[in-house]
């Protein structure tokens, strides 16, 4: 089952009516991962007027915090940047330095939504997809060929390694599998037989 998650750590920044709010972003895989990311930027930034939070994994875990600003303007708003993209294993902290004049209920939730939305998108968001790992080995004047299959059929490569002849480590979705394996035997007469070797969930570009 294929989900979709941040591609990596992101931070993102603005000023609103004098005060400073930094977005953070982070793939997570774990609560204790979360937890340990909010304490680290706790300890950064302990001046900070705020440190508000949410997360969501995979497992069905959601958690999220106001830290001190009115209940509904922060956390929630926060969260739902989250929710409504469909990511899942991530976590998003705003850290908000107080300018001196007050922003109101609607001007926290627009603030805090924007942080959000800023930090998902300085991380960008990929689709994890369950693959196959797997290799082949072919001859030197076939590996053109078989390159160009690969990718005609939605494999990745992962490594090249050249030897008495040319091994290709790669990954692929499952459902590609058997139209790969036919275009391979068609183009080589059989000989870059595909061996799989194990699976992973792997991010594929939005």
Known sequence: MEYKTLRAPSEAEFVERRSRFIGRA??????EEALEHLKRLRSQHWDATHNVYAYVL?????????????????????LDVLTKRGITDALIVTTRYFGGI????GGLVRA???????????????????????????????????????????????????GAGVTITFHIVPGDIPALERALADATSGSAELIEDG????PFEE
């Open 26 to 31: 982070f793939p997570v895989t774990t609560e």
């Open 102 to 105: 007050l922003l109101g209920g």
């Open 199 to 202: 699976e992973a969930y792997l």
């Open 58 to 78: 995979r497992s069905g875990t959601a958690r999220f915090s106001d830290d001190g600003e009115p209940q509904g303007t922060s956390g929630m708003p926060t």
């Open 112 to 162: 805090y939504s924007k942080a959000a939305n800023d930090a998902v998108e300085a991380a960008g968001i990929v689709t994890m997809r369950m693959c196959k790992s797997c290799l082949l080995e072919c001859a030197y004047g076939q590996y053109n060929t078989v390159v160009r299959i690969l990718g005609q059929k939605g494999a990745v490569i992962d490594d090249t390694e050249y």
